[in-house]
């Protein structure tokens, strides 16, 4: 059973940079996809970006395309979410989430995919 703690949120300026880690434990990543899911109230969560493990293939929201960058750091067993040129817009709770099988790249935008979830990390973009 694959555990996954986010960490790195915060409250930052417009303009700054943030980096997220999600960190798993109790199982590996191997053919997993993991990805940065964010929600905000009374709006439906949806994937800002998505590293197909075994791979390495990223993909983003169109709107977080040249500012936010996922990563992975096999040692560590860790994925990041680098978010640079934060907006007011990037405001929200965001939550790691990894599948327990590849996703193709037509499923990996739907949160009902993915088997195991972070407990979230709170950004807000603020001046």
């Known amino acids: 059973q694959v555990q996954l703690e986010e960490s790195g949120g915060g409250l930052v300026q417009p303009g700054a940079s943030l980096r997220l880690s999600c960190a798993a434990s109790g199982g590996a990543f191997n053919r997993h996809t993991v990805a940065w899911f964010r929600q905000t109230p009374g709006k439906e969560r949806e994937v800002v970006a998505a590293l197909r493990w075994g791979e390495g293939s990223t993909h983003y929201l169109d709107s977080v395309k040249g500012r936010f960058t996922i990563s992975r750091d096999r040692s560590k067993n860790t994925v990041y979410l680098q978010m640079n040129s934060l907006k007011r817009e990037d405001t929200a709770v965001y939550y790691c989430?990894?599948?327990?099988?590849?996703?193709?790249?037509?499923?990996?935008?739907?949160?009902?995919?993915?088997?195991?979830w972070g407990q979230g990390t709170q950004v807000t973009v603020s001046s």
């Open positions: 989430a990894a599948s327990a099988s590849r996703l193709i790249v037509s499923r990996l935008w739907d949160g009902d995919n993915y088997d195991y």
